[in-house]
């Protein structure tokens, strides 16, 4: 009876703490698009006033935020000064991928992150300036299904987590 | 100076395979290579000292060119890329020029199609063409010139430096001016202010505003602006003892040296020309302009680039004759 207790306990909290995990990730996710728009406002910044160059822009604005964002820039630019790739759409690329595995944010995010990249550095300053707000535009998108997603799931998945744990302590006993 | 410390600068900026390639050159190869060349869909070139290499895909001087290897868009689209570094819009008043400067003080010229706003030249694009140009600064091309140049420890000839294209006059002057500027053992000359008006960016190379060549530690650079308006400028602005400038030919930069010369101040300066001759010949010039200088050196390419022909005084007294 002792083990049985015990045994659902386990199995409850479990499933409990996957929930809640998952639910985390999710407003996680819109955390990290909100951070994304500041530290691409500060790209912004450099790229069309200061003019500096992408491997020291990356560099600095890496070295004034933090987040997987912020590691994500400084990879990029660690890519760019070791001429690892030839052209700033592969490093982006890359570290994009990178950028999934370690952050919370979804497939989706990670694609509309990408296709910055062949736009990034590849026009004159006024160009990049319409580029970066349609970034912007876009990246409003996200961060509203990204909003939308954490208040009709991250509950459900909070309490689903418990339920689903009750369930199977059920059916076993 | 050692040219292959200059020529690795230049590969930096070229893809890894055709890095390899040119570098598997010989060394007298290396050593005497000025430009690069990547020309789509046509053989990857070298030339230097009157005579031009293709090169094939081993890194094997290809005098006809046939088995060479072919540079494709790719190869352009990632040179473009190392160029500019990975950033169009940090080069684009550089793009509409034509050319970048990179580390170094090495120009890429750059050609392809032209973007053009208001009758002007907004940008290139779909770059086809790329000249990659070492450059060569000599530490030293002076040292047989400076002596005729410097007057007492304090004051200098107005000099006119007069060659050729290709000669060594813009590597000649550069080293003028930077002996001038910082002084040193010559007749203990102290150092003079300088005002360079680096109109083509080719002497002092600048890019982001810092010198890429060393010009001494007394010299101010104007980059960037026309001639006749940037002696004036400079005159007003910066008190020189010296202003130097390359390539006058029109007769406003001609003035403007004459302002500077009633003004006190001393003057070096270059011209294109074979001869002595060439120059007082100039229809462009009158009377005037051609008696403010107090010596005049000749270059020419009789023993390579920056062979000194003959130095004269302001009365064409041959002060120094090339035997």
């Not at chain 1, 083990?3 to 306990?9: A, F, P, T």
């Not at chain 2, 140009?133 to 200098?156: E, F, L, M, N």
């Not at chain 2, 002595?276 to 270059?299: A, G, M, P, T, W």
């Amino acid at each position: 009876m002792l083990l049985k207790g015990i045994g659902g306990l386990l199995v409850i909290s479990a499933s409990g703490i996957l929930g809640i995990l998952h639910s985390n990730k999710l407003s996680l996710r819109y955390k990290e698009l909100v951070n994304l728009r500041r530290v691409m406002q500060m790209l912004e910044t450099e790229v069309t006033y200061g003019a500096t160059p992408l491997p020291v822009a990356l560099y600095s604005v890496s070295k004034k935020t933090e987040g997987p964002v912020s590691r994500f820039l400084a990879n990029v630019s660690e890519h760019l000064s070791k001429r690892s790739f030839y052209t700033l759409k592969e490093a982006w690329n890359d570290s994009a991928e990178r950028l999934l595995m370690e952050s919370s944010l979804i497939k989706a995010d990670i694609e509309f992150i990408k296709s910055f990249g062949n736009i990034l550095g590849c026009s004159d300053r006024e160009d990049q300036k319409k580029h970066f707000q349609l970034f912007y535009i876009q990246l409003r998108h996200q961060e509203d299904s990204a909003m939308e997603e954490v208040k009709r799931s991250a509950e459900m998945y909070r309490s689903l987590g418990f339920l689903l744990g009750m369930a199977v302590f059920v059916v076993l006993a | 100076m050692n040219n292959n410390f200059n020529i690795s600068e230049v590969l930096d900026y070229l893809p890894k395979h055709i890095k390899t390639m040119v570098i598997r050159l010989s060394k007298e190869s290396l050593q005497k290579i000025e430009e690069i060349r990547l020309r789509l869909a046509k053989p990857l070139c070298a030339t230097g000292c009157c005579s031009e290499i293709f090169i094939g895909a081993d890194g094997e001087a290809e005098p006809s060119g046939v088995n060479a290897y072919i540079i494709n868009e790719d190869d352009l689209r990632y040179s473009m890329q190392l160029v500019c570094n990975f950033s169009m819009y940090s080069v684009e008043e550089e793009l509409k020029n034509g050319f970048v400067t990179v580390n170094g003080g090495h120009r890429v010229g750059i050609c392809g199609r032209a973007v053009i706003e208001n009758g002007k030249v907004k940008t290139l694009k779909d770059i086809s063409y790329m000249n990659f140009r070492v450059a060569k600064q000599i530490i030293g091309a002076s040292d047989k010139v400076i002596g005729y140049i410097i007057r007492s420890p304090d004051s200098i000839y107005n000099t006119l430096i007069i060659s050729p294209p290709q000669c060594g006059k813009t590597t000649l002057l550069r080293d003028v001016i930077r002996k001038l500027s910082s002084g040193g053992e010559e007749k203990l000359f102290r150092g003079m202010k300088v005002s360079l008006i680096d109109e083509r960016s080719e002497v002092a190379a600048c890019s982001l505003g810092i010198p890429r060549n060393e010009v001494g530690m007394r010299t101010d650079v104007l980059d960037g602006c026309p001639k006749a308006e940037g002696i004036i400028m400079m005159i007003r602005s910066m008190s020189p003892e010296i202003i130097a400038t390359d390539e006058i030919g029109r007769l406003e930069d001609a003035n403007a040296i004459t302002d500077a010369v009633n003004a006190g101040v001393k003057v070096i300066t270059t011209i294109h020309g074979s001869s002595i001759e060439d120059f007082l010949n100039k229809q462009s010039l009158n009377r005037i302009h051609k008696e403010i200088f107090e010596r005049y050196v000749v270059l020419s390419r009789k023993n390579g680039a920056g062979t000194l022909e003959t130095v004269l005084d302001g009365k064409f007294n041959i002060l120094f004759e090339r035997i």
